[in-house]
C-alpha cells in the first residue's frame, strides 16, 4: 500500500477563495482523522470519521470549516472563504481498529 | 475525557548522550500508548506502541519506552543520540475499547535538538 495519500502538498490561495484538501486513506482502514499543526498551536484534531461517519468534528474551528468522507477511499477538507490565519500544514491519517495511525505526508497551506 | 502531557517543549543532548522524553497520560483505564517522530517537512511515524503485556517495548531507530501505571506515564529512551535523531516526539493516547471510539489524543510534542 502507498500509504495515506494527501493532495495538493502546497497550495498557496488568496484570502476568501475556497480551499479544497484531499486525502486517501489505506485501504481496509476505517477510522479517519483530520489535524492541524501549527507552531502556536501544535497538533490540533479537527474531525473524525468512523466508517465513513463523521464521529467527533468538536475540533473544527468554525462553520468555514467542513469535511467529508463520501467513501471508505476518499475524502476532503473545504475551507470556504479561506483566511490568513488559516495558513498552516493539514495532515490527514487512517487507523484500523485501536492499532496505530498512518499518516500522510501533509499538505502545507498558505494563505495570503 | 483523555489527554497526554509531554512536560518539556525542548531539550538539547549531545551526540551519543543519552535522552529521555517524558509523557503522561491521564485516562480512567490503561490506554493504548503510542510514540511518534516528526522530522521536518514530514508526516509522522510511529516509533513504538504499547498496548499491554511487557512494560518495557522497543521500537525502531533504537528507541524503547517504559510504560509505568502508577506514574501514568510512558517515557521515551534512547541510550546514545545520533544527529539524525533532531526532530519533534509526540506520545498520544486511544481508548482500549472499541466503545469509548477510535480518537487519538496527542501531546504537545517535544523539539529534541542534538549538539555535535
Known amino acids: 500500500d502507498a500509504g495515506v495519500i494527501q493532495s495538493p502538498r502546497h497550495e498557496v490561495t488568496e484570502m476568501g477563495q475556497e480551499v479544497t484538501l484531499r486525502c486517501k486513506p489505506i485501504?481496509?482502514?476505517?477510522?479517519l482523522f483530520w489535524y492541524r499543526q501549527t507552531m502556536m498551536r501544535g497538533l490540533e484534531l479537527l474531525i473524525y470519521?468512523?466508517?465513513?461517519?463523521?464521529?467527533?468534528d468538536s475540533g473544527m474551528p468554525e462553520d468555514r470549516f467542513s469535511a467529508k468522507m463520501p467513501n471508505a477511499s476518499f475524502s476532503t477538507l473545504k475551507i470556504q472563504p479561506s483566511e490568513p490565519r488559516d495558513s498552516a500544514v493539514y495532515f490527514c491519517a487512517s487507523r484500523q481498529g485501536r492499532d496505530e495511525a498512518f499518516f500522510g505526508q501533509g499538505t502545507r497551506l498558505t494563505v495570503v | 475525557a483523555q489527554s497526554v502531557t509531554q512536560p518539556d517543549i525542548h531539550i538539547t543532548v549531545s551526540e551519543g548522550a543519552s535522552l529521555e522524553l517524558r509523557c503522561n497520560y491521564s485516562?480512567?483505564?490503561?490506554?493504548?500508548l503510542f510514540w511518534y517522530v516528526q522530522s521536518p517537512g514530514q508526516g509522522l511515524q510511529l516509533l513504538l506502541k504499547y498496548f499491554s503485556g511487557d512494560t518495557l517495548v522497543q521500537g525502531i531507530k533504537g528507541f524503547e519506552a517504559e510504560f509505568k501505571r502508577s506514574q501514568s506515564s510512558f517515557n521515551l529512551r534512547k541510550p546514545s543520540v545520533h544527529w539524525s535523531d533532531a526532530a519533534e516526539y509526540f506520545c498520544a493516547v486511544g481508548a482500549p475499547i472499541k466503545a469509548a471510539g477510535n480518537k487519538l489524543t496527542f501531546g504537545g510534542g517535544t523539539r529534541v535538538l542534538v549538539k555535535p
Open positions: 485501504s481496509g482502514h476505517n477510522s
Open positions: 470519521f468512523n466508517n465513513n461517519v463523521p464521529i467527533d
Open positions: 485516562y480512567g483505564a490503561t490506554p493504548y
